[in-house]
């Protein structure tokens, strides 16, 4: 039918009951249960998301969502949610919720999966990711970041702060973690990512190839005060782990360390909590 304003309306989202966990066309969300997708680095190819608003951020880029399962409550919003999207042509399978927590093995309190191709958000090169040498440049570096809440945090605060690009070692958990993905909201599929294979070799290439300066973050006293910091124009934070901090390979390569003056007597902080401090300082992007 054509409308007073000429466009046409979208064909209906493609929608099937699902009756059967045993389904094979949701095997992919029983892989939830096998240890595949719970690993640090994922299982190759797939990766599940939860929760309506990280399904919005998959169903953003046409092509990245394989398909979308929700329970009986969720069906009519997630329908609607995909006809707007850039991927309407995305298959909505809608099942009762004793089926879904039989698929996945947990209660799944908002309704809501997408499986997801890894592919266009995982396998990008440091050289589609780091800006211009020209242009002012801010990286989050990664290193050795283990726990699944914190790897999410850190890209949901390098989305917060307009952080050009995140880099992980090797060690660093998988950023489209299920768990991971639903506590960056979505912003691991945003900020462009590279995950190295080579970690002193990668750092290398920061510095020398495009100009990036490394600064660690520690709590040692030695380290400068982040207040009397110049921000370089093109600069790479350095965040570690909150139990071992900035590893051996990471310290060589960065130009210096600063830390977060803290109150005498407190440890440090959270690793998300410290990122986000420093990434107020050193970002150079347009905030309101």
Known sequence: MIGDDDHTMAPPVQTIQIEDARDPRITEYLALRERGLRGGRGQDGVFIGEAVLVVAV??????????????????DRMAEMIAKSNSPETPLFVADEEIIRSITGF?????????????????RALDDIIPDAKKDATILVCDGIGNIDNIGLLFRNAAAFGVDAVVLSPECHDPLYRKSLRVSIGHALRVPWHRSRDWDMTLQRLTDEFGITLIGTSIESGSVPLEEIEPPARVGVVMGSEFSGIGPI?????????RIPMVKGTDSLNVGVAAAVCLHKFTRSNRI
């Open 58 to 75: 998959m169903l953003e880029t046409k092509g990245l969502t394989r398909s979308v399962l929700a329970s009986a409550k969720q069906a």
């Open 107 to 123: 209660d799944l309190h908002r309704g809501v999966l997408a499986s997801g191709i890894r592919a266009p958000v995982e396998e």
């Open 250 to 258: 990471s310290l060589r390569h960065c130009a210096m360390s600063t």
